[in-house]
Every structure is written in C-alpha cells, then in structure tokens.
C-alpha cells in the first residue's frame, strides 16, 4: 500500500541503477506523473501500481502505460525501456535521422546525417494537426503551395540544411523566419504557431474584432450548433469518453444519468440529470462557448473519477462503462 512506500528511498535505488548504467543525461521522470519533461520515460506509483510510460515531444503518453504490483519488475522494466530508447536513437542517426534530443550515448558530435524522409515527415505534422481538430487552419507544409495571406508554414532549405517556420500576414507578406536544423523542434514550433493561431482570433471574434480567415474554429457562425457539437465531440475522443452518457444540444432529450450542454435565451447551460432525466442540482450558465465547453469536459471527468472510486470501494456506478468496469475493489 502506498502509505508503506518510501519514495525518497525508491527513487535513490532507481538513481543508483540509472548511474550504473550510465544513462543519467536521458530523460526520464521518478515518481513525478505530472512532470512536463518532453520525450521523457516516467516511472510512478498510482492506485496501488507501479506505472512505466513514455511520453512524446510535449509530454503527452505515447502508447500504452505499463503496470506492475511488484517494485523490483516495474524497476527492471523502466531500466530496459532506457536500454531500447538509446538503442532507438544510435539506429535512428544509422538510418540518417535525428534522435529525439542530443545525448553523448548516441551523439557523434551533434553531427547528425542530414538524409530526411520528407514524406515521413509531411505524415507526422498532418497526423498532429488531424489530432488537433486543426485541419481547418491555413497552413503549407513543404511549399506544398504558393503563400498565402494570414498562413502558417514550415519548409526545409536544402542550400543551409535547415527547415523554417513562418507565418505569413496581410498579401502574404512575412515578419521573419525561425530556423532549426532539428525537424522535431520545427514541428514544435509549427504546432504551436497554429495553437497561437486559434487563440488570437478567438479573441479577436469575443472583443468584436475581425478575425484573420473565417474557421469553425473561432467563426461566430459557430452559434451554427453542428460546429459546437463537432467541437466538443472530438475533446471527447480525445479523453477517450465516448462511453459516457450527454447530450449536446438537445435540452428536452430523456437520457437517464446523462451531462446536458445546451444553448438557450442567448447563454450556454450545463446540467446532469438522474435516471429519469430530471435535472440534478443547478444549471450553470455561460455567455462564451469556450467556458461552456471547459466545464462541460471537467464535469465527465469528474464523473469518471466518482464512478472509478465507487467500483473500487465496493458500490455500484450508475452505469456500466469500460472506463471504471475493469477497476479492482481495494
């Protein structure tokens, strides 16, 4: 049980077999699940288990998280995934690609091939942006197009071997170009230029200023609900909370212990309901959607947590989901 545990002590023994090993410049989080550490492996304790995971450019899981009872093999497991990581990134700069982040267990003098698989890459940013609901975005990877106004891009310069990330404004003219010679920090750096991208405009569209392009993304036309559904549907796939019970946009619908988003007399309202669909508690109210849609989200998360604890005290959920069926009863 977790109150058993001495933390500073595992830690050191991890620390002690991370030095022998000699990987104590890899990137790696100890019972921190929380760390912001890119491209970090973790090792932690949650709910009884120990827990293995690695996590991507911007600290996101990548994969399936590892579980184990015993400490020894949860341990030996981290150690290995460090073993196969520094295994990935010596074949990596074999192959004529850049490793995920310079270390002196691959390096050769940061010299690293400059081979690209262009195709490779157009694929990883287009799966990034489909990830992202940002598809409706002006963006050009590769010059696949002349430039355009108010547009996102990122091109690689073979004559200096580096890729660059711009945007373009008004006429499609340009206010400088970052340069990196690393894709990863260039993907980086183009996501989160698209991210800035839909906060500027919709702020521009809540204080009344003209948005840059029309996208269902900041669009007041977004009172068009298809577009606020399509929205809040996709946040809940990316939870994986498909399983739950809501209704988007339909106020009168009876779907018993189901969370309600809906819009009414110029504001947007939240609410759950019991088994026969009769308003639980209060009505909370918003004027902007993005609030709405924040609440809304932390409400099914809420509610996944309650369920979770219930099956693991021994009471019953108020309904059956994949997402707390398979918890253990302590």
């Not at 949650?46 to 184990?68: A, H, M, T």
């Not at 009769?278 to 004027?287: C, D, L, R, S």
């Not at 979770?308 to 059956?320: E, H, M």
């Amino acid at each position: 049980m977790n109150e058993n545990l001495n933390f500073d002590l595992l830690k050191q023994d991890v620390e002690k077999e991370v030095r022998e090993k000699g990987f104590e410049n890899l990137y790696y989080a100890l019972f921190d699940e929380d760390s912001n550490l890119p491209w970090a492996i973790h090792l932690y304790y949650k709910n009884n288990k120990f827990l293995v995971n690695s996590r991507d450019d911007r600290s996101y899981i990548i994969g399936k998280s590892w579980e184990f009872e015993n400490y020894e093999e949860a341990k030996h497991f981290f150690i290995k995934k460090m073993e196969t990581f520094v295994q990935l990134n010596r074949l990596e700069i074999q192959t004529g690609h850049p490793p995920y982040y310079p270390s002196p267990l691959w390096d050769e003098k940061e010299d690293y091939p400059k081979m690209r698989d262009e195709s490779k890459e157009r694929s990883e940013l287009l799966l990034a942006i489909q990830e992202l609901g940002y598809e409706s975005l002006r963006y050009s990877i590769f010059n696949d197009h002349s430039p355009r106004e108010w547009e996102t891009r990122i091109e690689y310069n073979p004559e200096l071997e580096v890729y660059e990330v711009y945007s373009t404004m008004d006429r499609a003219s340009t206010n400088g170009k970052d340069s990196y010679q690393n894709f990863q920090e260039a993907r980086s750096r183009f996501i989160e230029i698209l991210e800035n991208v839909v906060f500027i405009n919709r702020y521009y569209v809540d204080e009344g200023i003209g948005a840059e392009y029309s996208s269902p993304l900041w669009d007041k036309s977004m009172n068009d609900i298809e577009n606020m559904k399509c929205i809040v549907e996709q946040e809940i796939k990316k939870r994986h909370f498909e399983s739950l019970q809501y209704v988007l946009f339909d106020e009168n619908k009876n779907f018993p212990w189901a969370f309600h988003l809906f819009y009414r007399d110029g504001k947007f309202m939240i609410n759950g309901r019991d088994d026969r669909s009769y308003v639980m508690g209060n009505t909370i109210e918003f004027t902007r959607f993005e609030d709405a849609k924040i609440a809304f989200l932390e409400r099914l998360e809420h509610f996944v947590k309650s369920n979770q604890l219930k099956v693991r005290i021994g009471k019953k959920p108020y309904y059956s989901s994949p997402l707390w069926d398979n918890e253990k009863a302590d």
